[in-house]
């Protein structure tokens, strides 16, 4: 039995299975039926699913086996260059999506100790991936998508700070803000890349480094430009109809706006509201976002990107984690219906290969869906959804008892508050 195939064992007999659920060998399908479980088991779950998610990048880092052991999987357009990309993509994506709920306080519960090994992995790792002699060095300094996944490296400092970027020592941080500063000589695509860029250099002042100004300006005035109405950003020039402004545009420009606010010397970007224009935006997109998860733990399949799988919904989550969703939606029905995705994506292994990577696809091995510009590492975005376990398993979110969501409550004719549009 393979080490990553322990671990799994391990963490099924720590966590157990929801109610009602049996161990699935391949696609478990759509149940109609399934007992309603508790916050704790709910919660069990995620931690099981997010660590079978994370687990090969972070171990195989730790070990400076990443690039030996991941596939390089990709769809037939494929239009990068595979090895200068994946790797970081991989990393920054499940930085991102793993930080808040590394950020939490060791404890001695089964949970604490799993999630104990795997920060102490990820800090071993990412000192690797800053080391020009490690195997599993990353590359910032050629290709343009190093802005991208560079940005969710970014975030992750920004989500966890003292579980993540404090703990490196001084040559490793050294190393990591040079390839954030490498980064200046490219451009990326005219849409939510500007964002990208905007929260590197965002972090870089947050840590007190020289940053570029008119690279955080740009993406703060485009943003405001792009602004559709309703919550909805354009991503570009033109409207876009997929999960771009939960992949990236909301959770990355709330969290950049907010930490422009800190009062640092120089240029001052926002102005007084910025920040609650921006978090109200957020909310409300959570509520589309909540709203479209039908009854049965489906969600629509379109757009470019849907390999991101469970990335969609980021944007959800954080509102979940800033504990600002609105008084019409409850912690538990956000519980609840996110729970019911994850079963449906990940109980089952139809989205992992034998040696527990993701598969290129939405839910199952279909590599047709994949873009040009998605490869293995591109898949590690279904991190980001998994967002609320950042909060402590004694919050609300995880011990009120289990309630329907909205799609659910409206198709089995229970009161349901009357959606519109707002005007921020």
């Given at each position: ?7 799994i064992l391990?963490?099924a ?9 049996r ?39 730790a ?19 595979v090895?200068d ?6 990393v920054?994506r ?27 992995e990820?800090?071993?790792?990412l ?31 920004l ?12 040559v490793?941080?050294q190393?990591?803000?040079?390839a ?6 490219r ?7 500007l964002?990208?860029a ?8 947050h840590i ?66 910025d ?15 909540e ?19 469970t990335?969609?919904f ?5 509102v ?12 538990a029905?956000?519980?609840?219906a ?24 939405f ?6 869906m ?21 909060l ?33």
């Amino acid at each position: 039995m393979t080490g990553y195939k322990q671990i799994i064992l391990a963490t099924a007999l720590i966590t157990g299975c929801l109610p009602g659920i049996r161990a699935q060998k391949s696609n478990p399908g759509i149940q109609e039926k399934m007992s309603p479980a508790t916050g704790q088991q709910d919660r069990a779950f995620w931690v099981k699913t997010l660590y079978k998610i994370a687990y090969p990048v972070v171990h195989n880092l730790a070990q400076g086996t990443l690039k030996k052991n991941m596939p390089l999987e990709q769809g037939s357009n494929y239009n990068l260059v595979v090895k200068d990309v994946t790797y970081l993509e991989a990393v920054g994506r499940t930085a991102a999506g793993i930080a808040p709920w590394l950020a939490l306080p060791d404890d001695h519960t089964d949970e604490g100790r799993l999630r104990a090994k795997m920060r102490t992995e990820f800090l071993q790792g990412l000192k690797n991936a800053a080391d020009p002699q490690n195997p599993d060095y990353l590359n910032f300094e050629k290709q343009a998508q190093p802005i991208v996944d560079a940005a969710y490296l970014a975030h992750a400092f920004l989500r966890a700070p003292k579980a993540l970027w404090e703990p490196l020592d001084t040559v490793t941080k050294q190393r990591y803000i040079r390839a954030f500063k490498s980064l200046r000589n490219r451009n990326g695509a005219y849409n939510n890349w500007l964002v990208f860029a905007g929260l590197t250099e965002g972090f870089l002042r947050h840590i007190g480094e020289d940053y570029d100004p008119a690279r955080v300006d740009f993406a703060l005035n485009k943003m405001k430009e792009w602004y559709a109405g309703d919550s909805w950003y354009k991503d570009g020039d033109l409207f876009s109809m997929d999960y771009y402004n939960s992949y990236v545009i909301h959770p990355m420009l709330t969290d950049l706006v907010k930490t422009l606010e800190e009062k640092r010397p120089g240029k001052m970007h926002v102005s007084p509201g910025d920040y609650e224009t921006v978090l109200k935006r957020m909310v409300r997109h959570a509520e589309f976002l909540e709203r479209i998860i039908a009854p049965d733990g489906t969600y629509p399949a379109f757009g470019r990107s849907v390999t991101y799988r469970t990335g969609a919904f980021q944007a959800l989550g954080q509102v979940a984690l800033l504990e600002k969703l609105p008084e019409h939606i409850q912690p538990a029905q956000v519980r609840c219906a996110l729970t019911r995705v994850f079963y449906n994506m990940f109980a089952g292994n139809q989205n992992f290969d034998a040696n527990g990577w993701l598969v290129l696809g939405f839910n199952g091995h279909q590599p047709m869906m994949a873009d040009v510009y998605t490869s293995t590492g591109s898949l590690y975005m279904a991190t980001l959804g998994f967002l609320p376990l950042g909060l402590p398993a004694d919050n609300a979110f995880w011990t009120d008892e289990p309630a329907d969501w909205t799609s659910k409550k409206a198709w089995n004719g229970q009161p349901v508050k009357k959606d519109y549009k707002v005007e921020y």
